[in-house]
Structure formats: structure tokens, C-alpha cells
């Protein structure tokens, strides 16, 4: 049955974007023709009519199903293989009532039955648009592959009579202008219910506006695709809606899945004024049934750090969305209140961690923000990570189950991971250790180690900026046998040295503080940790991830283009002016890198190569959906070198120890002094 939904709903996919269609269009359109240009993004037509890599409005789209594939067809004004024969009453007709020109029933993958609320007026500049503003494309359309009986389509007579198209939308004379704009674009052209409103028992949308005995059930959320189309009444407010289908973000969410594309490809085309009408009407739908969310709350430090699954968020979300759930406005989303988070259906939120998720790329958001994927995760410990998130800082929904995340699993597609010698360590395995409190306190010095000893950072830094994740992310610095080397001779220091020692260097370099005492609890708990994430590696033994990677140390940088890249790639994490961003409590939730809370020259990271490597290897963050933390693969050698040399060599705090380094010689050709 949900198979069967799949092949008669509306599916966005992600296609060349919609510029591609200006750029082969007239440049003098008539005031009609631009218009229907206009009325074209409201429908997203360019979304399922062109195929990925292909001409605009082409067809050739598949929508696959397991009883056959439907394939979008060529719409643009080619005579022999497009619509360039049709005539408006053709045109008209299919539009509204999902009959083609040769008598054949569409199937209502094609949301027909929300095209005919279109005005006549509407209809016509929609139409002269296609055959006068996109170019003609010779290409024949491909024959749907459906199974029996799903491939007869006389049947579809009989939905058409049922479900089909209804008459022209009629404004409601009691509410404004503005609403009425916003009613007729949500229950027309934008089709918002092929997502967003539960189908029947003959999978015909519930309700195709709020009217009528069953209008509670229109746009009241519904899943599709595997995906859970969240309920769209009453969302949010009027300026946080318009926000959200402009920008594809606002405070309380991020757009996901295939809203994604739907905001990429239409809706940040939306005038502000139709944005707005929009949100009037969503926001005047009521909300009734709708479970409320609680007020954010802090999660007790027992259920974030003395639980498995509080440990796995730890680990695994929190670099991103921060231990109380409030994410980082404008880069990463918040989880505490997030109404796709919340939903009884948690389809997407499982979806989207198995999978990972990129934000959309908009006029006003050009940097995109990536999402890792977790598929590599077993499903129980997908389920308990899940199930936190929905508990915790007021969010108050059902459990997700293994057999859940089991089935979401089952109908993706995942893509194979890559095989790697190093081996991830969990946190919540830390639990079943004999002295489980010391190793956790450990960890949460290592993550949490300007809050934890103020005494001791003086900057804005904890050990986690360069050992990613408290040292558990290959080529970021990792813990993984490092314990086992020490002691061990230091160039720098130009002695022997125990890691205690180690642990102190970063102490008074990278975060330009002062030396734990080698006794004190901290340094005990810090040095258990270490040893912990060791594992079974033993001196002078082989041990993937180690370090921060390799750079071409024979690469001459290039400053301008630092700068460049830094602005482009760096910048929306750690400033502008690399001031860092602060959270709303003041604390950072990514550091300075230059300045005087930033690392001083002493630090590893003020040579030019060795960050070079880093980032290569680590940087940006959250950009794409490798696992663990969508890091790296995204400068070449050069570019990480540019930014390198450019943000270590700003302004930083001095070292006063400096003349004691490497007395035996041997002093790196990049090192500041």
C-alpha cells in the first residue's frame, strides 16, 4: 500500500538549477511570458521535468517504485517530442483534469488536481511561457515500465472521478487580500498537499484545502518517500515561515530531504509579498490536536554523560547541535523544540541521520552546510541516540525503536562505506569500565576544558579544537596509541618527556594557559582517558589516523588567495575577523583563530604546515556527509596551505618560553621564531 502511495505522489528530486532555464530563454519576454515564468517557480515544474544533468523541462526524470518506474515527460515546445503541438485547450486540459492531448490518463504523480485551482489568466501565461520562453529539446519521452495492473491506466478514469480536478480557486470574501493570495498559492500552483496532507484509503489527498468536514486533515503532515512531511498549521510565525522558504532555515529549523530542493528551486524565487501571504495563511490554520513542545530545558548531567545514549550524542551530534540541543544559529540547527524532531512519525529525523543532509543552497545562503551520515552506526545505537534527542531539553515524543530504524534502513539506498583500518571509539563503552567516572571526567576535560579548568585556558580553546571529538576522529590529532609512546623523546623540548608532559605543552601553547600539577585529579583523569582511547596499540606500532595527515610541504602559499578561501570556506565558523562565534551564554561554540583568545606562537597550529595538514584533513567542518563530522575533502593541497599561512600568521599572542625550543636544532622551516 505505502509502495503503491509512492507511485502516485508528487517526488522532488535534485536537478540543475532553475538559472540554467534563463539562460536559454529569449531575453525579451513579454510581460505575460515572465509571468509565467514566475508562475513556473510557484510550481516547481523544473524539479520533476528535468532530469538530473539534462536540458530544462526535458522530462526524463525517473520515479522509481517497485512496480515499475514513471518517467516525467518533455514539456518544453518541441513539436515532435514536446508540447510544442499543444494547444492551450490541450494544454488547459491536462493541467486541470491529468488528460493528455491523445486522450491517455496522467498519473496524478503529477499534481493536477492542485493545478486547477489556477485562474484562467494564470493558465494562459503559464502556457505562453513554455511555448515562448524555454527552449525546444528534441528528445523523445520514455515509456512508464509500471507492472500489471498498475500499468492500466483506464483506471485511472475512474480516480480522476473521484479526485481529480476540482474548479478554480474562489476567494473567501471574509479574509484579506493577503490571505486569500496565500490560499490560492499553498492550495494551487504550490501543491503543498502532495506532500504535506495524509492520503485516503484510494491514496487521493484527505482534503485539498481547510474547508469542509475533513479539512482538518489538510496539510496536517504526512509521510512520503521516506520522509515525514511535517504538519504545516500553525508552524511557527508569520516572519519565521517567510524566512524559512527563503532562506531554508530560520531559529527553530532547518529545511531537509526534499524541501531542501523545493526551496533551492522555488520557493526562494517567491516575491517577499507572496512569501509572507503565504505564511499569513499557514499561520491561520489551526493547530488543534497539535502536541505542544515544552520550554527548553537543561538535560541533567547524570543523562547526558551517565547513559549510553547521552554519551553517543556527546560524541556524535554535539560538536554541531551543543549539549543542550540549541545548535549554532545560522550554521548548525537546534533539536530542542524542532517540530520535525518532535513529530509522531520520526521518519525524517531517522532518515536523515542514517543518511546525512545538506542544506539548501539559496541566493542568501551560498555556503552550504553538510550533515555526516550515521548508516555506519548500528540500529540499536541509531535508536538510542535518536530517542535521547526526542526526550531531552523539553522535547517530549515517543521512543524510536530498532525495528524503526531497521525498516527506514531497509528502503534506502545507502552508499557503501568506505573501509578503514582505524576503529571509531564510543564513549558509551566507557561505561563499562571499572573506574567508567574518572574516564568520563576525562573526556569532558578534553571537550569541555575552558569551563572545566578556567584556571588554566586562556583562550578560547579546548583540546577538542585540534583532537576532534576528545581525540577519537582519524587524522584530527586522534588519542588512538598515543598513550602507549610515551615517555618519548621531544625535538621541541630537546629531552625526553612523559605525557604528562605532552598534555602540559598544550596547556601553555595551543590554549595559551598554565601546566595542570602531574598529581592533581584532572591530570589523573585526563592521563585514564588517554590511555582508554589507546586501545591495543603498543610502542613504536603501526596505528592508522595518526596525526593530522600529509600536506606538500613544498608548496609556496599564496596569502590573497588565503584570504579568499578563509572568507569562503572558514569564516562562518570561526568570524569574519577569526573572532570565533559565541553562543547566547557568552561561551564559545568555535574558537578564535587569531587574536589574543586564539593560540599563541609556541602551538603546533602557528605553523604554517602543519595547520595546512589539519585542515585538509578536518576543515571546514560539517560541510559534506562523511562520517563522523562532514569534514575535509574539500581544499586541494594549495588552497590549505593559503589559508594556512594566512590565518596562522595574523596576529596572535607571543610565547615566552620560545627561545628553549628545539636546543638539539632541528627547528621546522615554517615555525614563527
Not at 524555454?134 to 495492473?149: D, F, G, R
Not at 547513559?307 to 530542542?336: E, I, N, R, W
Not at 548500528?378 to 535508536?383: R, V
Request: some cysteine; overall charge positive; charged content about 20%.
Amino acid at each position: 500500500m505505502n509502495q503503491l502511495f509512492k507511485v502516485i505522489t508528487f517526488t522532488v528530486a535534485i536537478v540543475c538549477g532553475y538559472s540554467a532555464i534563463a539562460a536559454e530563454s529569449p531575453n525579451n519576454f513579454s510581460d505575460s511570458v515572465k509571468r509565467g515564468q514566475y508562475l513556473a517557480h510557484l510550481g516547481d515544474c523544473v524539479a520533476c521535468h528535468t532530469d538530473k544533468g539534462g536540458k530544462p523541462m526535458a522530462g526524463g526524470l525517473e520515479l522509481k517504485t517497485p512496480f515499475g518506474a514513471l518517467y516525467s515527460t518533455n514539456i518544453t515546445p518541441d513539436q515532435k517530442t514536446g508540447i510544442g503541438e499543444y494547444s492551450f485547450e490541450q494544454f488547459d486540459r491536462v493541467m486541470r483534469k491529468g488528460v493528455a492531448a491523445d486522450g491517455h490518463n496522467l498519473y496524478p504523480a503529477m499534481p493536477y488536481p492542485s493545478y486547477s485551482k489556477m485562474s484562467p489568466d494564470d493558465m494562459r501565461a503559464l502556457y505562453q511561457y513554455l511555448m515562448l520562453g524555454v527552449a525546444p529539446v528534441n528528445k523523445a519521452n520514455i515509456e512508464s515500465q509500471m507492472k500489471w495492473p498498475y500499468n492500466m491506466r483506464w483506471g485511472l478514469s475512474f480516480w480522476n472521478i473521484l479526485f481529480g480536478g476540482s474548479k478554480p480557486f474562489s476567494a473567501d470574501a471574509s479574509q484579506t487580500s493577503q490571505w486569500n493570495r496565500g490560499a490560492y498559492i499553498v492550495q494551487g500552483m504550490g501543491h503543498c498537499g502532495s506532500c504535506h496532507t495524509p492520503r485516503g484509503i484510494l491514496f487521493q489527498e484527505k482534503a485539498m484545502s481547510q474547508e469542509g468536514s475533513s479539512g482538518k486533515y489538510f496539510l496536517s503532515g504526512s509521510t512520503v518517500d521516506s520522509w515525514h512531511a511535517v504538519n504545516l498549521r500553525n508552524l511557527w510565525t508569520v516572519p519565521e515561515i517567510a524566512s524559512f522558504l527563503k532562506t531554508g532555515r530560520n531559529q527553530h529549523a532547518t529545511a531537509y530531504g526534499t524541501m531542501t530542493e523545493v526551496i533551492g528551486l522555488s520557493t526562494q524565487n517567491f516575491t517577499d509579498d507572496d512569501l509572507t501571504a503565504i505564511a499569513v495563511y499557514l499561520k491561520s490554520l489551526s493547530g488543534e490536536g497539535e502536541k505542544q513542545s515544552q520550554p527548553v530545558v537543561a538535560v541533567e548531567k547524570t543523562q547526558l554523560y551517565k547513559t549510553a545514549s547521552g554519551l553517543s550524542y556527546v560524541q556524535f551530534c554535539s560538536t554541531c547541535h551543543m549539549s543542550d540541543g540549541k545548535g549554532v544559529p545560522k550554521v548548525f540547527p537546534p533539536l530542542a523544540g524542532n517540530k520535525s524532531i518532535l513529530s509522531e512519525d520520526p521518519t525524517s529525523v531517522i532518515h536523515v541521520v542514517l543518511s546525512g543532509w545538506k542544506s539548501a543552497e539559496t541566493k542568501t545562503n551560498h555556503r552550504v552546510v553538510g550533515m555526516p551520515e550515521y548508516g555506519s552506526l548500528a540500529d540499536a545505537e541509531l535508536a538510542g541516540i535518536i530517542t535521547f534527542i526526542r526526550s531531552s531539553w523539553g522535547n517530549a515524543a515517543p521512543a524510536v525503536t530498532v525495528d524503526q530504524v531497521k525498516t527506514v534502513r531497509g528502503q534506502l539506498h545507502l552508499a557503501a562505506q568506505a573501509e578503514t583500518k582505524f576503529v571509531t571509539p564510543r564513549f558509551s563503552r566507557m561505561l563499562d569500565k571499572s573506574n567508567a567516572s574518572q574516564l568520563v571526567y576525562g573526556m569532558r576535560l578534553m571537550s569541555e576544558t575552558g569551563v572545566l579548568l578556567p584556571e588554566n585556558v586562556g583562550n578560547s580553546l579546548n583540546c577538542s579544537s585540534c583532537h576532534t571529538n576528545a581525540g577519537t576522529v582519524a587524522n584530527a590529532s586522534p588519542f588512538v596509541g598515543v598513550a602507549a609512546q610515551f615517555p618519548a623523546y621531544a625535538p621541541r623540548a630537546g629531552k625526553i618527556i612523559d605525557l604528562e608532559d605532552r598534555i602540559n605543552g598544550c596547556f601553555k601553547r595551543s590554549m595559551n594557559g598554565k601546566a595542570l600539577a602531574k598529581d592533581s585529579i584532572e591530570m589523573k583523569a585526563m592521563i585514564s582517558y588517554m590511555k582508554w582511547v589507546n586501545g591495543p596499540y603498543k610502542k613504536d606500532e603501526q596505528i592508522p589516523g595518526r596525526g593530522v595527515g600529509k600536506i606538500d610541504k613544498t608548496l609556496i602559499p599564496n596569502l590573497d588567495n588565503g584570504k579568499v578561501v578563509y572568507q569562503a570556506q572558514c569564516a562562518v565558523c570561526h568570524g569574519v575577523n577569526g573572532e570565533g562565534v559565541k553562543r547566547a551564554d557568552g561561551r564559545y561554540a568555535f574558537p578564535m583563530v587569531w587574536g589574543e583568545e586564539s593560540f599563541n606562537l609556541g602551538a603546533g597550529m602557528a605553523r604554517t604546515y602543519t595547520a595546512a595538514a589539519f585542515i585538509k584533513q578536518n576543515m571546514p567542518m560539517g560541510h559534506n556527509t562523511q562520517f563522523p563530522l562532514g569534514q575535509g575533502g574539500v581544499l586541494t593541497d594549495q588552497e590549505a596551505v593559503d589559508v594556512a599561512d594566512y590565518f596562522s600568521h595574523m596576529g596572535r599572542p607571543d610565547f615566552t618560553d620560545k627561545t628553549k625550543d628545539w636546543p638539539n636544532g632541528g627547528k621546522p622551516k615554517d615555525a614563527r621564531y
